[in-house]
């Protein structure tokens, strides 16, 4: 049962994937990397890990997703088709990445995974407490560090998309 | 008070002045206070001179009959091993405190004629810092206790020849004059460097007290270390040692520098190149005397004999047929000096055996004394004259009267005619030499006569010779530059009796001994007679215009004319390096410098630049070829790991 | 873990992700098209993980939080990128990539 969702998820969003990369309407690639990005929300809660799985939707498919949407809006001309790279690349690249992808599934396949076999639910109070415990394998400082890093970012982002419109006009 | 702490303050006070005049130059505008300053400081030190001479030569420097040496300041700058260093300090000693009294007198003197002679000059103040800078160097060096930092202030008193030498850098030959001193000394540095490097390793110590201690002598006549062309190394050292003193004292073959050296300014030329720094080699050479002596049976010491003499004779010969007169001052400053050398090397070591090397120390004493009155004397009469020829002058001593007697005394001085100072000191030589090897003694003898020719030759064209009517009147109208010149001469008319015997304070043993100046021995006499002659020969031929001295010169043909061209000794050089070593030796160094080694380094930058050149489409600014050739890196790289199994 | 499911197949999977992203990167000429596959590829790293610490380590958390942070990494990284392709746009009117080419001086 559980094996037939995951084939199907994994189709479904490596289809939505397949689309995302190919389409020529960017607002179209945002909606498909919505669709694989709630796929990908899914195989988190079929790997029992429920909080991942919510952070997944609530992260990516809500602010991540707004993000893009919002900066689609400002910057493209929704419904245009964007500029195609020539066919001669495309192969090129396309060639380039199925070796590169035959090298990492030949690792894969040749590899004996030591797979252990209990199966145990992540509890949100387990990751909370690894993630602000002080002790042996606790996060609290990474933890931090991160929340630094998005008070930072979020200023950086602000104070690059600010308009410098006059300095613009000048240069040009 | 015998501690000599004070001598430091000898070389210390010229420094001080010329720090300050040399560092705040700007701010000397005003003449009298640069020559103040400096005249000041080398008034102080040359009291502190004769004050240590005192104490030294009468009070306490004798103990149990023999000069001991006191080291007041004594610092150790560099430790090489257990036995080897370089050490800062004063030695006193009778030589050096011989030499304190010389160079600081003549400083004083050269001081306080620059006052006048330099009146006006627009770079009064960095003159007198270049003079107090000489002074500085030279006192260093005479206080020297090592061998190694008698080299450092030997090459310093180079470098303030070469600046005074060069003082008028707007003329184009006092440019080339000062470079030529600085190479030719330079070059011989190098061979004293060499000689310096050798004895620190063969002897194992810089210290000039204990390199001349008997102990040491008898260590190296044990180890005299390997042997190379028959001579040991240390002998071989000595010899260099001297290339390095004989470059300083413009011994043949390396005086080529010093008649150019004139073109300084005249209180320039007393200074150094006829009183103090060109009988550096003289000093270094009497420095080391035990050594000399001691080492390979003085073997090195008979070169320098040879050498002297040859030099003194050389130059006389030359002296005899230059117009310049500040030319033939310098031609007889290397024959003077060409005596010392020959003193020092025929002279023995214990007692009277240290004839010579007292009557070589006696002998520097003096000249300094008249060598320098002389330039000065010849600064007065080229400041009246504004020319350096002798065809320019004559008939001058009714208008230069004070110079003219000044210059006879001198001139007397230097020819050996008693009782002036050059009498003594040149006798001694002569006596010496005779005891010693004939050819030598006659060689000395015959440049006496020679010296006293070309030196009277001199005084009758300048002061006699005729009447002559002048644009200018020349006068004497700088009491600056009359007191030296008249203090100096006073010092050569009593200088040789107040001083004799001169072994009382310059021995080689350091034992004073003592001695009569038998003025009756036929030696003495035959000089005077030889001298007399000279003297004689150029009042016939020069005291009127006459038609003598170009018959004289037809006479002798070839002779006169190869002398008057300087035996092209400068010829001889400039085709050694400019044919030989220029363009046999150091072109194709240039070509292979220029082609081969640059080639290489042209050919790196050019590969580089070409590669560049055909790869730098690689950086085309679009992310994803750049995100390719990672990828293409990562394939690379995977590869390698999984299928070589790094 | 997934009930008849090996790592193998997931890691698969995670790979097909990945690549086909890279794919995207290497061949879109649009900056925000090439942002949204970098988004593919991010999100099958934190996929990755997670199954590496289900199907190794169970019990274990340390996976899981290393695809938190990826996540919140993932999201600073975007809106930092797309304040850049704002500004890109303002400068020169499009958010092709060739009009970054200049960057390269």
């Known amino acids: 049962m559980e094996s037939i969702l995951f084939y199907i998820l994994a189709v479904i969003i490596l289809t939505a994937a397949l689309f995302t990369v190919t389409t020529v309407k960017i607002y179209r690639a945002v909606l498909y990397l919505l669709i694989a990005l709630l796929g990908i929300a899914g195989l988190y809660f079929l790997m029992d890990y429920d909080f991942m799985g919510a952070v997944q939707l609530s992260v990516y498919a809500g602010g991540v997703m707004v993000l893009f949407v919002y900066a689609v809006m400002l910057t493209e001309k929704v419904g245009e088709p964007v500029r195609k790279i020539a066919l001669f690349r495309r192969i090129i690249a396309a060639v380039t990445v199925l070796l590169l992808m035959g090298l990492a599934l030949y690792a894969i396949w040749n590899f004996d995974f030591p797979t252990a076999s209990n199966n145990k639910p992540t509890t949100i109070n387990r990751v909370g407490e690894v993630l602000l415990s002080t002790g042996d394998g606790g996060f609290i400082l990474p933890f931090e560090v991160i929340s630094v890093l998005l008070l930072s970012v979020m200023v950086g982002a602000i104070v690059i998309a600010k308009s410098k419109k006059s300095k613009i006009e000048n240069h040009d | ?646 | 873990m997934i009930e008849g499911i090996s790592i193998q197949l997931i890691l698969t999977f995670t790979t097909l992700l990945f690549f086909i992203g890279l794919y995207g990167f290497l061949t879109r000429t649009n900056l925000i098209g090439m942002l949204i596959s970098l988004e593919l590829m991010l999100n099958s790293e934190a996929v990755n993980f997670v199954a590496f610490n289900q199907y190794l380590y169970p019990g274990k958390l340390q996976g899981s939080i290393f695809s938190l942070f990826i996540i919140a990494l993932a999201a600073a990284e975007t809106a930092l990128a797309l304040a850049i392709i704002l500004q890109v746009f303002k400068m020169t009117g499009s958010t092709d990539v060739k009009e970054v080419k200049d960057l390269k001086y």
């Open chain 2, 1 to 646: 008070m015998s501690d000599y702490s004070w001598v430091i303050w000898i070389p210390v006070l010229p420094l001080a002045s010329f720090l300050l005049l040399g560092l705040f130059n700007r701010y000397f505008r005003k003449e009298p206070i640069a020559a103040y300053i400096g005249m000041l400081s080398l008034g102080i030190a040359w009291v502190l001179s004769l004050y240590t001479a005192y104490q030294y030569y009468f009070v306490s420097g004798i103990q149990n009959g023999k000069y001991i040496p006191y080291l007041p300041f004594r610092w150790e700058w560099l430790q090489f091993s257990d036995h080897l260093s370089i050490e800062l300090g004063t030695l006193i000693d009778p030589v050096s405190v011989m030499m304190l009294v010389v160079v600081t007198t003549i400083s004083f003197m050269v001081q306080i004629y620059s006052r006048g002679y330099m009146h006006g000059d627009s770079g009064f103040a960095r003159f007198y810092a270049y003079l107090s800078l000489f002074s500085f160097s030279m006192l260093s060096l005479v206080l020297a206790n090592n061998l190694f930092q008698i080299y450092i202030f030997w090459e310093l008193v180079g470098v303030s020849s070469f600046l005074l030498i060069g003082y008028y850098f707007e003329k184009p030959s006092a440019i080339a004059a000062s470079k030529k001193a600085f190479i030719v000394t330079r070059f011989a540095d190098f061979f004293f460097l060499t000689g310096i490097l050798l004895i620190g390793y063969f002897a194992g110590t810089f210290d000039i007290e204990t390199l001349n201690s008997m102990q040491t002598l008898k260590w190296i006549g044990a180890h005299p270390g390997p042997v190379f062309m028959g001579l040991s190394a240390v002998t071989w050292a000595l010899i260099l040692i001297f290339i390095g003193g004989a470059g300083k004292s413009a011994m043949f073959p390396l005086h080529i520098w010093l008649p150019d050296a004139m073109e300084g300014p005249t209180p320039v030329s007393a200074l150094i190149h006829a009183a103090t720094m060109v009988v550096a080699g003289v000093f270094l050479v009497a420095r080391l005397f035990p050594l000399y002596y001691f080492t390979g049976d003085g073997f090195t010491l008979r070169i320098v004999a040879v050498v002297g003499a040859f030099s003194a004779l050389f130059a006389a010969v030359i002296a005899l047929t230059q117009e310049d007169i500040k030319r033939v001052l310098a031609y007889s400053t290397m024959s003077q000096i060409g005596y010392m050398m020959m003193a020092l090397g025929v002279s023995g070591y214990e007692g009277h055996e240290g004839m010579g090397y007292m009557a070589g120390m006696f002998h520097l004493f003096t000249h300094a004394m008249f060598k320098a009155l002389l330039f000065l004397a010849a600064g007065i009469i080229i400041h009246a004259v504004h020319s350096n020829y002798m065809k320019d002058m004559g008939g001058l001593k009714k208008y230069l009267p004070v110079t003219h007697w000044m210059f006879l005394f001198a001139a007397l001085a230097i020819s050996g005619i008693p009782p002036f100072a050059g009498f003594y000191s040149k006798d001694e030589i002569l006596h010496a030499a005779f005891k010693y090897n004939t050819i030598i003694w006659f060689t000395g003898f015959f440049v006496a006569g020679l010296t006293a020719f070309y030196m009277f030759r001199l005084f009758f064209r300048i002061f006699y010779n005729g009447e002559r009517t002048y644009e200018h009147p020349p006068k004497e109208n700088s009491k600056f530059m009359l007191f030296p010149v008249v203090f100096l001469g006073i010092l050569t008319i009593s200088a040789g009796w107040i001083f004799t015997p001169f072994s009382l304070y310059v021995s080689p043993t350091r034992e004073p001994f003592s001695y009569e100046v038998h003025y009756f021995s036929p030696l003495v006499l035959g000089s005077v007679l030889v001298a007399l002659t000279g003297i004689g020969l150029a009042y016939l031929m020069y005291y009127k215009p006459t038609d003598y001295p170009s018959r004289v010169a037809r006479a002798f043909g070839k002779l006169y004319f190869w002398a008057k061209n300087k035996f092209y000794v400068d010829e001889f050089y400039l085709f050694v390096t400019k044919k030989i070593i220029f363009d046999k030796i150091a072109r194709p160094f240039a070509w292979f410098d220029r082609h081969v080694v640059d080639g290489m380094m042209n050919a790196i930058g050019n590969t580089t630049l070409w590669i560049s050149e055909k790869i730098k489409f690689i950086q085309s600014g679009r992310m994803q070829e750049y995100g390719m050739y990672f990828i293409y890196g990562v394939v690379f790289l995977v590869m390698v790991y999984y299928f070589f199994n790094f």
